[in-house]
């Protein structure tokens, strides 16, 4: 049985209980019960129609507990309104679960677990062991989420950037465990860009894809980072790269630019280069340039300090870096490349140092100390 | 079975055999480090000791309260702060002897010139729950 097939129908079937007059919590669990059931029965007895079946089963899951609860006249009233049975309709309520899971009135980490179960169609198991939290917390944590959001009408538009924000997040800080978050964020987003038309869906779908293109370049097999400028080109996924190109190109051409397909275009300019060395820096320049615009984002500045190091020599980089403020996280880990690049051995290797005592993770910590230690073996031999 | 911590330390240990700080190892040392780092750590899942691990940054922030109403008050990073702590195993072991002989496997992790740093680890045993049958 395919996994992903069925998690991909859950958020149409759980749409479908909650148009029925489902409450949004309770037709959440009874998706969910549905879909161990479907684990437990479909290898042996699969069904014809997938969805209805899931449909039929997550609706009595539903009709038992709301009859177990004290709600009984609700309860008839659903009975009555009940559908005949039949093949569950085909609109794709898709989006506004979407919405309604990254409402404002969450917080990221909720709106995130909440996506995972709602949309995506994940375990509370699987979502806990990817966030490293026992799973204990994270039931409370979904079931929180759902509260909160229990007062919201299903069908009010929602805002598509929170969507967005919630989907970059999946993506971008994907720990561990069975599932893959960044694939996960992916197939969110495709089926996201595949119910809305808007040049920044396409965009953040454009950006995943393309870093995704690099991630087999981007560890050594013992696990350490290998900086962008030394990934072996030939490992990059061209298949993904070329994917994410034509849809950041079809969204470009609409002329209404956003961050996400700002930093795509950032991530397609280095996918098209063959080597480092022939990396399109000056137009990377103006693409950060653009993204400072958009976001006024003291990170975006950084990473443009990179680029101006590149596109215009190491002073140049310094110049730019020095406007910024020296507490921005990985500031020293900038000044120390740019030193290096400008010859300037013992002040790299002294901040490379620096940098490491102040990373955020062990694989940055671990990279930015091997970095300082290289300088260090040259210099003293 | 019984829980243990060991405890590294970024100060407040007494000093190690092999005493030369991570960025003057070459790059390669650094590598075999972290290697018999993770090694370590698979090898007590293997073992079903392995509990967690962790590792901290060095600067963090002293806190406390303030009253009622008012916002906690917060200070340091203090640069003087005696003892800073790195990073934790905890490990489910059979007893005091095996969290000794684990935290020495530990403490053998290879460091500058390949050679082993000797540092050494805190073993500090939890505080568990009573048991049922105390007579």
């Known amino acids: ?381 | 079975m019984a829980k243990y911590l060991l405890l590294k330390h970024y100060r407040g240990a007494p000093a190690s055999v092999n005493n030369v700080p991570m960025d003057r190892w070459t790059p390669e040392e650094i590598s075999a480090h972290v290697q018999y780092m993770n090694d370590f750590a698979a090898r007590l899942e293997e073992t079903g000791e392995f509990v967690d691990g962790q590792a901290l940054a060095p600067e963090g922030t002293w806190v406390r309260y303030d009253g009622e109403g008012r916002p906690p008050v917060t200070d340091g990073p203090f640069a003087e702060t005696k003892d800073l702590i790195a990073g934790w195993m905890v490990i489910d072991v059979d007893g005091y002897e095996r969290a000794v002989e684990l935290a020495g496997e530990l403490s053998a992790a290879p460091g500058a010139g390949g050679r082993p740093i000797h540092e050494w680890l805190e073993v500090r045993p939890f505080l568990t729950a009573p048991p049922t049958i105390t007579e």
């Open chain 1, 1 to 381: 049985m395919n996994e992903v097939l069925l998690r991909s129908l859950t958020p149409n079937v759980l749409a479908i209980l909650v148009r029925r007059g489902a409450d949004f919590a309770a037709a959440e669990d009874a998706v969910q019960d549905a879909l161990v059931e479907a684990v437990r029965v479909w290898p042996a007895d699969p069904p014809r129609d997938p969805k209805g079946w899931l449909v039929t089963v997550a609706w009595r899951r539903f009709l038992d507990t709301t009859r177990a609860d004290a709600a009984r006249r609700r309860r008839e009233d659903l009975v009555d309104e009940e559908p005949a049975p039949g093949p569950a309709p085909a609109v794709d309520d898709t989006l506004q679960l979407y919405f309604l899971c990254a409402h404002p009135s969450l917080t990221p980490s909720s709106a995130v677990a909440l996506t995972l179960r709602a949309v995506g169609g994940l375990t509370t198991r699987q979502i806990a062991q990817a966030y490293l939290v026992p799973e204990a917390t994270m039931a409370q944590r979904i079931s929180r989420a759902k509260r909160t959001v229990s007062g919201v009408r299903f069908d009010q538009p929602g805002d598509v950037a929170t969507v967005l924000r919630v989907l970059y997040l999946v993506f971008n800080e994907g720990y561990s465990g069975d599932v893959d978050l960044a694939a996960e964020a992916i197939r969110l987003t495709r089926r996201l860009a595949a119910a809305i038309d808007h040049p920044e869906v396409a965009g953040l779908l454009a950006l995943m894809l393309l870093h995704h293109a690099r991630r087999a370049a981007r560890t050594a097999p013992d696990g350490s980072l290998v900086p962008l400028a030394e990934q072996d080109r030939g490992r990059w996924d061209t298949t993904l790269i070329a994917e994410g190109v034509e849809i950041l190109q079809a969204a470009l051409a609409r002329d209404r630019l956003g961050e996400f397909q700002a930093q795509a275009a950032i991530a397609a300019l280095h996918a098209d280069a063959p080597t480092a060395e022939e990396t399109d820096w000056v137009q990377i320049v103006e693409w950060y340039d653009e993204l400072a615009r958009l976001t006024d984002s003291p990170v975006v500045r950084l990473n443009r300090a990179v680029a101006v190091g590149e596109a215009d020599g190491p002073r140049a980089g310094l110049a730019a870096l020095a406007a910024l403020d020296a507490s921005l996280p990985r500031y020293a880990a900038v000044a120390a490349y740019l030193h290096e690049r400008d010859g300037d051995l013992a002040t790299a290797a002294r901040l490379y140092a620096e940098a490491a005592q102040k990373a955020p993770n062990l694989t940055e910590r671990d990279h930015l100390t091997r970095q300082a230690a290289r300088l260090n073996t040259h210099r003293h031999r």
